[in-house]
């Protein structure tokens, strides 16, 4: 089983990018599908962004076209790239890494979207 770490979160203007890494420990990084999640304050937890073993993706609605999703099965890192940010993007993110059987969640990160 894995274990993830989120990086890159923080303060940024409307219409500016950031990109969120999450780091996996572990081995066999390569079969897991790969997910971001976010929650902003009051709200309940939802899937922005998902990758799977063979590099499919699926996004959200409120994020096609301006976020990416990514991987690097070298590196055991998946990322998020995030432009033309909005204050609506503002949450907490994180990082799930899921296979059969199993799900591991990251502590999160915040990303913050005001002028």
């Known amino acids: 089983q894995v274990q993830v770490e989120e990086s890159g979160g923080g303060l940024v203007q409307p219409g500016g990018s950031l990109r969120l890494s999450c780091a996996a420990s572990?081995?066999?990084?390569?079969?897991?599908?790969m997910n971001w999640y976010r929650q902003a304050p009051g709200k309940q937890r939802e899937l922005v962004a998902s990758?799977?073993?063979?590099?499919?993706?699926i996004y959200a609605d409120s994020v096609k076209g301006r976020f990416t999703i990514s991987r690097d099965n070298v590196k055991n890192t998946v990322y998020l790239q995030m432009n033309s940010l909005k204050s609506e993007d503002t949450a907490v993110y994180f990082c799930?890494?899921?296979?059969?059987?199993?799900?591991?969640w990251g502590q999160g990160t915040q990303v913050t979207v005001s002028s």
């Open positions: 799930m890494a899921m296979v059969v059987g199993s799900a591991s």
């Open positions: 572990g081995s066999m990084f390569s079969i897991y599908t």
């Open positions: 990758i799977s073993s063979g590099g499919n993706t």
